[in-house]
């Protein structure tokens, strides 16, 4: 779902198992946010990056339905300062959560911000991979870096963690945007890098 001006997505991670269910980026809009959840059991929502417009709705859903939160641990309190919440549970490259009958691989991806994560899991229905990737990778590109430096770990971790890991079948689910898969982009990595950005 998009929600606000920057048409920010937010995800909903179901087993359809068990009903249980993750939410990642509440980023505004909490009224269209809860009403996603609709039956859903929600086990807590992920942020993937401590930018503002990702979390502004954070607050209100984790009221409303008194699950707690997770963020990349540099993050963590950043995300927790900008939406007056309780401090993230931080999470690390390799780490896993469990949804029901699902179980989601967190993937560190620094460079847009320090504790930028993605979150991927496998289809038990079709065995197709997903990758929820914030702002790290879009259609086209890695998402916006600062510093050469930033520019050069955001691509390498996509590379080495992303990349050379998964398939090209794997679909890409953006903070921002349509959808994309790593075959759609693969090809293109020399070009990133050649341009810079």
Do not use: K
């Not at 980026?25 to 009224?31: H, L, Q, S």
């Amino acid at each position: 779902m998009a929600v606000a001006p920057m048409d920010n997505n937010i995800y909903l991670i179901q087993c359809t198992a068990t009903g249980a269910g993750l939410l990642v980026d509440a980023a505004a809009e909490a009224d269209r946010v809860l009403a996603l959840l609709g039956a859903t059991e929600p086990v807590g929502v992920v942020t993937t990056h401590r930018h503002g417009d990702h979390l502004g709705a954070l607050a209100e859903v984790l009221t409303a339905t008194g699950v707690g939160s997770w963020a990349g641990a540099p993050d963590a309190a950043a995300v927790a300062a900008a939406a007056g919440v309780p401090l993230p549970r931080p999470l690390s490259d390799g780490d896993r959560l469990t949804v029901g009958a699902l179980t989601i691989s967190v993937i560190a991806l620094r460079g847009h911000t320090p504790g930028s994560i993605a979150l991927a899991w496998t289809d038990p229905d079709d065995g197709l991979t997903h990758l929820v990737t914030g702002d790290s990778l879009f259609p086209g590109g890695p998402g916006r870096t600062r510093t050469p430096e930033d520019f050069r770990t955001l691509m390498t971790d996509l590379e080495q963690r992303v990349f050379a890991r998964f398939d090209d079948a794997t679909v890409v689910h953006p903070g921002h945007g349509l959808p994309t898969t790593l075959g759609a982009e693969r090809g293109s990595l020399p070009d990133w890098w050649a341009r810079g950005w």
